[in-house]
């Protein structure tokens, strides 16, 4: 791996940690170090509770975010430390472990006492230059993780078997590893019956013996009696009591997900330990809003609770209207017959660019009129429902992007759509006033931070020729007049490439954070 491939915050935080001789290793897989250290996987720190503080003020001066776990999987002793690294772009995940805990599933009952043995006996990788776990002592750890936790292990032939992945990290450690050392550690770390036991399968041929494995639990667990959180029956009745949860969260989001929508957004990821940002990109057709959503959807959600959502406005009949008539006119020219111009469907450059009384614009008569009004108080209710459902995940601690954000000002921002004139029945003026509330408690409830992308409308007609220039213009007007009280709004220029656009905005959400 070159050293472009290694994220640099990271390399530089470990090389601050020697610099001030802060006790710590890499402790969990050193054959997979290099994956930690490209950003990939999270990266397991173990170190000394002595130099908690030290290690700290190293953090937060490398702008790294102290976040939390969900309840689920948090531990004692053991804190999730998030950076970004402005070079690459990427979010570095640091877990810091004080304590080492073991167990099954996510319960992690026991407590391995062995920190001061694991950070006397590190050593510097080789390959990398940072702290990891002698081999031989490595292959002791695993092997008592392995007998304890039921995720290295799987069902075959009746029995419990080390699943090969596991198996082969074993091998691999045992290959890099003296005899002599793995007995030093194993009866250091385990007492003589299981230190015995464990070269017994060593010196017996390790890979006959995968199926016995497990014999090491019945030595290992009298030695660690003392280091359990709880007893033998309280931690069967929560390992049952969580399998039960997980098992009816599971179903409650799969047959009933909108009773609780805030069980619904229950993540494993990350949480920030204040509250979360409401991230919302505005901009005309063709500035790539929606791509520029995904990209910081995909870039926070590895990590975190963050999800998108499109605020988007639309016009259910026109759209529905116009489905049926592409259908259409696809059959008919399936049979040899040309569509004319000007039907609906039918691409017509020409007055795309003419200033002409737009679809939005046409007056809506009788039936049509009244299905459509219907259609916008239903978007704008569901738009008010969108919105109080990201406050509750944005008050736990979670992300959400929009897709555009509507505002109250200006139809052509995603605003009102419904206008009354002189002579309209009173129930079509109760229908407008029912829009219009809204839109003003969407307005009341405004994101943390805007993104508006700026694009002049000849090129974001160029990029959504199906769009009338007439419309593009209008928007973009609308948009730059578009005020969100105190809510920081950042304009990007979106004839920047798409990988200068996104960093820009990372590091604006970043420093929001």
């Known amino acids: 791996m070159s050293s472009s491939q290694v994220v640099g915050l990271l390399i530089a935080l470990l090389r601050s940690m020697q610099d001030e001789e802060v006790r710590h290793c890499y402790w969990k897989s050193s054959l997979h170090v290099g994956a930690s250290l490209q950003g990939l996987k999270d990266y397991d720190l173990l170190v000394d509770r002595a130099h908690k503080r030290a290690l700290e003020r190293l953090l937060v001066f490398n702008d790294f975010k102290l976040t939390s776990a969900p309840r689920a999987?948090?531990?004692?002793?053991?804190?999730n430390w998030v950076g970004f690294d402005r070079k690459s772009g990427l979010l570095v995940h640091l877990h810091v472990h004080y304590a080492i805990y073991s167990g099954e599933g996510a319960l992690a009952e026991v407590r391995l006492p062995w920190e001061d043995h694991l950070l006397a006996h590190s050593i510097s990788s080789p390959h990398f230059g940072v702290q990891i776990l002698e081999p031989a002592l490595e292959f002791v750890v695993l092997s008592v993780r392995a007998a304890l936790e039921k995720k290295y292990t799987e069902e075959s032939g009746g029995s419990r078997k080390l699943r090969a992945c596991?198996?082969?990290?074993?091998?691999?450690?045992l290959g890099q590893s003296r005899r002599e050392d793995i007995a030093f550690h194993g009866l250091k770390l385990l007492g003589p019956g299981a230190g015995q036991k464990l070269c017994a399968l060593i010196t017996g041929g390790f890979p006959q013996h995968l199926?016995?494995?497990?014999?090491?639990?019945?030595?290992?667990?009298?030695?660690l009696h003392g280091h359990r959180r709880w007893g033998a029956v309280q931690t069967r009745m929560r390992y049952q009591w969580r399998q039960k949860s997980a098992l009816a969260r599971?179903?409650?989001r799969k047959f009933a997900p909108d009773v609780l929508p805030t069980l619904r957004r229950e993540?494993?990821?990350?949480?920030?330990?204040?509250?979360?940002?409401?991230?919302?990109?505005?901009?005309?057709?063709?500035?790539?809003?929606?791509?520029?959503?995904?990209?910081?959807?995909a870039w926070l959600a590895p990590h975190f609770d963050a999800q998108v959502i499109y605020f988007g406005k639309g016009d259910f009949v026109s759209s529905t209207w116009q489905a049926l008539a592409r259908t259409k006119w696809k059959i008919l020219g399936a049979a040899g017959i040309e569509p004319r111009t000007g039907d609906i469907g039918v691409e017509n450059v020409a007055s795309a660019i003419t200033p002409t009384t737009s679809d939005s614009q046409r007056p809506e008569r009788?039936?049509?009129?009244?299905?459509?009004?219907?259609?916008?108080?239903?978007?704008?209710?569901?738009?008010?429902?969108?919105?109080?459902?990201?406050?509750?995940?944005?008050?736990?601690?979670?992300?959400?992007?929009?897709?555009?954000?509507?505002?109250?000002?200006?139809?052509?921002?995603?605003?009102?759509?419904?206008?009354?004139?002189?002579?309209?029945?009173?129930?079509?003026?109760?229908?407008?006033r029912f829009e219009r509330d809204c839109f003003q408690r969407l307005h009341e409830l405004p994101p943390d931070i805007v993104f508006r992308l700026a694009l002049p409308p000849m090129v974001a007609w160029m990029r959504k020729p199906d769009h009338r220039l007439s419309e593009i213009e209008a928007k973009a007007a609308a948009l730059e007049k578009i005020d969100f009280g105190e809510t920081p709004m950042i304009v990007i220029d979106a004839t920047l490439a798409a990988d200068e656009v996104v960093r820009e905005v990372k590091n604006h959400i970043w420093t929001l954070i």
Request: charged content about 30%; hydrophobic content about 40%.
């Open 73 to 79: 999987q948090s531990l004692p002793s053991t804190e």
């Open 166 to 173: 596991y198996a082969d990290d074993l091998l691999e450690l």
């Open 211 to 223: 199926d016995r494995w497990l014999d090491l639990v019945e030595l290992v667990e009298p030695g």
């Open 250 to 252: 599971a179903a409650y």
């Open 267 to 297: 993540t494993n990821k990350l949480h920030l330990r204040e509250r979360g940002l409401l991230i919302a990109v505005i901009g005309p057709d063709g500035a790539g809003k929606t791509t520029l959503a995904a990209e910081i959807e």
């Open 366 to 432: 009788g039936r049509r009129q009244l299905l459509s009004d219907l259609s916008r108080v239903a978007f704008a209710n569901r738009l008010l429902r969108d919105r109080r459902e990201a406050s509750e995940t944005c008050e736990r601690g979670g992300f959400v992007i929009t897709d555009r954000f509507p505002s109250f000002a200006d139809k052509f921002a995603d605003g009102p759509g419904i206008e009354v004139a002189e002579g309209d029945p009173s129930f079509r003026r109760r229908i407008a």
